[in-house]
């Protein structure tokens, strides 16, 4: 009865806000109907599941969108103005008045909500948009009770050393994980365990502290996440086991088995390992979720503890290294590959010079390239702050940025914008179009045909 109210009542909406806009940015679609009679369910089962998928989880509010559409608030304490009231604890708004992007955790009128975009193409079905959901509330746990997880600096992943030799290493470290994963033999299995442990403590030696910390980091926060996001889905996902066990494996698993190089996929390879350790520890020990949270110890430490491999030569095929050797060479070169594309884009070059570091707001660490050690390509997102008047926005377009030493002191950012989206007046630079918004004072160095230069202050 409940649900058939709701439906009721999301229809009405969506027939009262389809004739007061006509063809508007943010009419709400039948994609939103598909999510606002949904997502009830959704965190019933995640408030029946937390506990059974992770000992101690707590849930946050939840927020789904899509960009330029709607924004349903589910189990907020205090939504913002403008969000109507769809149902007990259900609001709808809009995405752009949130200024929501990405998969993420962000705060809404002071309390950290998990996000997630439904309106990208990749999902095929509700599930794995709620299992991805289910994925960031716990990331809203960690953040809200879990202090001793930090987060990876991401600035240490741009300068992440291409070794051939420690990917060769890495690609079979991963595979026998994932092997370790599926063994029920007792003397296999400490056999693939040694080999995993004296494969880590191998690129160690040669990466060094500072990058093997790295990759601990990243599994240290997203192992548990990504390990409670399958759980989640193959709880609740409605498929027989073939379709499940296709999508575990391009999804999950399917990481730790796929051959990368250099930088590339280097986070998203940690979350898989993280996430294996997670689902080996679960398989062997009963309790072990609340022993990990309430230590000290990084996850690969914890799980090194309780199982205790030992160090042994390893049995790496030369296949390995020189796969890994062409392959990361390949990588560099890409790179510069890249630069090169960059610069030969259409538009006008527009530099902007920063006479003091600007406020790092944000950016993209999955779809960052380091090109060298002080040029960051920026893919998808570049966000800074010079204050409550200045500011720069760039999504979906690639943005060039200078930095000294570490990411966050950006001191140049090249952009190319189309002509006609680019205003220089009163001492300020203005470019406003769909991918770049850009409004910074300073004065004017230079001004060409097909170029830009302007000093910020």
Known sequence: MKQLKLKLLVFAYLLLFSQSISNAQGQPTAIDSLYITSVVDFYKNAEDAKGKIWEGMKLSPVCMYRVNGSALLYKHPNPPKGFTKLSDKLYIGKQEDLQLFGTTQTEINGTLTAIINYGESRYSCVEEVFAELFHELHHTYQRNFIKKIAFDNPSVLLTYPENHINDGIKLYEQKILYSMCFEHDSAKFQKLLNQFYSSRLKREQ????????????????????????????????????????????????????????????????????????????????????????????????????????????????????????????????????????????????????????????????????????????????????????????????????????????????????????????????????????????????????????????
Request: glycine fraction near 6%.
């Open 206 to 457: 040669i990466i060094g502290d500072d990058y093997i910390g790295y990759e601990e980091a990243v599994e240290n926060l997203e192992g548990p996440a990504f390990y409670c996001e399958y759980k989640f889905y193959n709880q609740f996902a409605p498929f027989n086991e073939t379709i499940k066990g296709n999508y575990n494996q391009k999804h999950f698993w399917g990481i730790l088995t796929t051959p990368f190089y250099g930088r590339n996929n280097l986070r998203n390879r940690h979350l898989a390992a993280g996430m294996a350790m997670c689902f080996i520890l679960n398989s062997k020990f009963d309790d072990w979720q609340s022993e990990y949270y309430s230590g000290t110890l990084s996850l690969y430490d914890f799980f090194t503890s309780k199982f205790k491999p030992q160090k042994e030569e390893l049995e790496i095929g030369l296949m390995y290294y020189k796969l890994s050797d062409y392959h990361t060479k390949q990588k560099v070169l890409e790179q510069k590959v890249s630069y090169e594309e960059f610069n030969s884009q259409q538009g006008i070059k527009i530099t902007l010079n920063f006479n003091q570091y600007p406020k790092f707001k944000g950016f993209d660490p999955i779809h960052a390239e380091s090109i060298n050690d002080s040029t960051i390509l920026h893919r998808t997102l570049l966000k800074l702050s010079g204050g409550e008047q200045n500011n720069l926005f760039v999504t979906n377009k690639n943005a060039l940025a200078i930095i000294n030493e570490e990411i966050w002191y950006v001191k140049r950012v090249v952009i190319f914008a189309p002509e006609e989206s680019i205003l220089i007046e009163n001492n300020r630079l203005v470019v406003d179009n769909k991918r770049e918004t850009i409004s910074w004072a300073g004065k004017l160095k230079r001004k060409t045909e097909n170029e830009i230069i302007f000093n910020c202050e």
